[in-house]
């Protein structure tokens, strides 16, 4: 096993190596600051498999780059019962489901239905607040779609999230009904987690904290063991009279919005100035649910603000939950000042992406497709902000209002938000009996697994991974039978029909792939010998595939050679189209069969070789674009035999947009790259925006990163009149602000050339 397993390197990185090497469910959990996010968009950008990512409300999709459970699974919004037969009534307001009646919104069109089939690795993001009869609901819904009676239809799940964090809501009348069925209402309680447990992964090392006092007293309060001693050195730090207001950076956390929104309210109507106004940039669809922040924002000169996400440009001037001071606000500019760090930025729109998922038919591969963007500063208020609102970000200052603590965990959320205790203030002393988390996560918590184990599920998942995966590979009995069924069609045709005179070629094919399901048949039985627990040779393994493949391609690629080719044909005749229907199944079938075998070809190679099994080394452009060499030598071969024939566009498979190319699986481009390579071929901003689904705005805004970047030069993007006249009216030297500037310049220049014309003087 040397070859396919190594020695438990972090959490993290056997994490990533364990989703892409078995299918077996994971849990992946850790304290506040160890990472999770980050490991989370790492493995969307690096798996081989088709992954579709979820969560269960709107922001935590919209964070995750994912949509919500309900939309994905097209799933009313009731609660589960996992039994058959008809839901009890407990009153107009609250729906309950059984699975007789979840069945009845089973309503998936081709496109849908397909992605459900395709699909191979399943995150669930936010997963604390994932109910148990939700989960067993998705659970029934896949194995129902995907036809497999095995857990999660055959599905691996990545459940990812801190289960101190934000509980699951039930209501009181659904709580009744489903204690029956369940012994608590986090995911673990789900009938699919008992009958199939995920492997119990914790990220360990902590980047928010590095004081050692603070970490024990964190794990303490996580594990229910908070003592007296915990308690009074908390207590240290109680000053009631504190005024956050008045204090430079310090963001109060409290348990409850409308105080929060009071506190902020309060203190911005309370500066001196006039209100300056921000509406978002919304393109095509993103509802308002799932809006990041309000679609309005409202801010004075002096307001505390927080930065919402990351700073994208490679200076990192500020991060999630940082902390400033709005010293300049004009039509389109806002600039926010650290005190303490002696620093002045201005704040650039960032883009959030409102997206779908859909399979790419000619690969096999689920990819995002952008419907939406929200584009807007990423800032809100922030003399005050919810402990629910708080989760992932960062504080060195913060004041917490925990007199009113509503649910386990609030207090741990709270708490952990800060970087030390140095920049804690209570507003009132901690209870001990205020402190306490769910018994039920913290019992939970004793499954996480050891070094000794992750070594061996690795080792044991790997080999029944390979088995499963290779079995499925040469086992194309399915695709046969529908050659088959289409075969009595040939048989029965009229005898002027076009079906008719292909009853010969069709035969042909017939044969041919009847002659291999016997072979196929062999090599299954073989691959289960090779594949054996603690006795897998993975030489033995890539000699015998380098054989198989080599046998089996030979023979099923002339059939899907001349499939195409007579659909091609057929393309230049009429009263044909259910004949190219029927041909055109068959090719999605045979097409899929020989992607097959070649992606388990590259993962066999990928171990062989003691390579990774990411995306990277699996989807290579061979793989990506099979389909569209073929038709094309097709095509030629046809033209060779027939120079006179004419167009032969009209067959569907060949058809692939510009869009559809650059939205292929491949590791995510930062906005700004997306927009460069667009630039770079000749597209005018109009154009890009378009395609990109943004304002031209935004672009303007892109470009004048890229000029800063000086992957572009300014004349490029400003014509030579214009940048003759912004040298002499405002010089080489951009001093001042973006306002004093534009009053010199006047209409004859937009915000958006002005802000491109700066970004040149700042290289």
């Not at 209501?171 to 789900?190: A, P, Q, T």
């Not at 620093?343 to 959030?352: A, K």
């Not at 009113?404 to 205790?421: D, E, M, N, T």
């Amino acid at each position: 096993m040397k070859q396919i397993t190594a020695d438990i390197e972090s959490p993290a990185d056997f994490t990533e190596k364990f989703i892409n090497q078995t299918n077996h469910p994971v849990f992946l959990t850790g304290k506040a600051g160890t990472g999770k996010t980050t490991l989370l968009k790492k493995i969307i950008d690096s798996t081989h498999k088709n992954t579709v990512v979820v969560a269960p409300t709107g922001i935590a999709a919209l964070n995750a780059g994912g949509v919500t459970i309900h939309s994905f699974f097209q799933m009313p919004f009731a609660a589960f019962i996992p039994d058959f037969g008809q839901p009890p009534f407990v009153g107009q307001r609250t729906q309950f489901n059984t699975k007789n009646t979840l069945q009845q919104h089973f309503n998936l069109n081709k496109q849908r239905k397909s992605i459900f089939l395709k699909l191979e690795l399943l995150i669930v993001d936010e997963v604390s607040m994932l109910r148990a009869d939700l989960l067993d609901a998705m659970d029934f819904m896949l194995r129902k779609i995907r036809r497999n009676d095995t857990p999660y239809g055959g599905v691996q799940v990545l459940f990812i999230g801190d289960l101190m964090q934000l509980p699951p809501i039930v209501k009181r009348e659904e709580k009744g009904v489903l204690d029956k069925y369940y012994s608590g209402s986090f995911f673990f309680h789900s009938k699919v987690v008992q009958e199939y447990p995920p492997l119990y992964i914790e990220l360990e090392k902590i980047y928010r904290q590095n004081d050692p006092e603070f970490i024990s007293l964190l794990n303490n309060l996580r594990n229910n063991h908070i003592s007296d001693e915990n308690v009074q050195l908390l207590n240290n730090y109680v000053k009631p009279d504190f005024d956050a207001t008045e204090h430079e950076g310090f963001i109060t956390l409290t348990t409850h919005n409308a105080k929060a929104d009071e506190i902020n309210e309060k203190a911005l109507d309370s500066l001196k100035g006039r209100t300056k106004k921000y509406d978002a940039q919304i393109t095509k669809k993103f509802p308002e649910h799932i809006y990041p922040i309000p679609h309005r924002m409202e801010l004075k000169v002096g307001a505390q603000v927080m930065f919402i996400k990351n700073d994208l440009a490679h200076e990192k001037r500020y991060y999630n939950g940082k902390i400033g001071r709005v010293t300049e606000l004009s039509s389109d500019e806002i600039r926010v000042t650290f005190p303490e760090e002696n620093l002045t930025i201005t704040v650039e729109p960032y883009e959030w992406e409102n997206v779908k998922f859909s399979l790419d038919e000619k690969s096999g591969e689920i990819k995002e497709e952008v419907i939406g963007t929200f584009v807007h500063f990423p800032l809100k208020l922030a003399w005050a902000i919810t402990v629910h609102k708080s989760q992932g970000l960062t504080f060195e200052k913060a004041v917490l209002d925990l007199s009113k603590v509503f649910a386990p965990g609030q207090a741990y959320v709270g708490l952990s938000r800060l970087v030390s205790l140095k920049g804690l203030v209570l507003t009132s002393p901690i209870q001990l009996n205020g402190l306490r988390n769910d018994q039920h996560v913290v019992n939970y918590a004793k499954n996480k697994a050891d070094r000794k184990l992750l070594s061996r599920k690795l080792e044991l998942g790997t080999v029944t991974y390979l088995q499963n995966r290779l079995q499925k590979t040469f086992n194309w009995d399915a695709m046969v039978s529908r050659w088959l069924a289409l075969e009595a069609s040939h048989k029965t045709a009229g005898p002027r029909s076009e079906m008719a005179k292909n009853k010969v070629w069709f035969e042909e094919q017939i044969n041919t792939l009847m002659g291999t399901l016997d072979p196929a048949r062999k090599f299954r039985s073989q691959i289960i010998k090779i594949c054996q627990p603690d006795q897998l040779d993975i030489d033995l393994l890539y000699e015998r595939y380098e054989a198989a493949y080599n046998y089996f391609i030979k023979r099923l690629e002339p059939v899907f050679r001349g499939n195409i080719k007579k659909l091609l044909l057929l393309g230049k005749k009429s009263n044909v189209k259910q004949y190219s229907e029927d041909l055109t199944e068959l090719d999605e079938h045979l097409t899929e069969v020989i992607l097959e075998l070649k992606k388990s070809r590259k993962l066999v190679q990928n171990l062989y070789n003691g390579k990774a099994l990411s995306k990277e080394n699996i989807w290579d452009d061979q793989i990506r674009n099979f389909k569209i060499a073929k038709v094309q030598v097709v095509k030629d071969e046809i033209r060779r035999e027939n120079p006179t024939i004419g167009d032969l566009e009209d067959f569907d498979t060949e058809k692939k947009t510009a869009k559809e190319r650059s939205a292929s699986k491949k590791p995510k481009e930062s906005t700004f790259d997306k927009t460069y390579k667009l630039f770079q071929k000749g597209r005018t901003i109009k154009e890009i925006a378009d395609e990109r689904v943004l304002t031209e705005k935004t672009i303007y805004a892109h470009m004048s990163r890229l000029v800063k970047d000086e992957k572009i030069e300014v004349d490029e993007v400003l014509d030579q009149e214009k940048l003759s006249f912004l040298k002499e009216t405002i010089g080489k030297e951009f001093e001042g602000t973006l306002s004093s500037a534009k009053e010199k310049v006047g209409d004859d220049i937009s915000w958006e050339e002005l802000k491109i014309y700066q970004a040149s003087t700042l290289k």
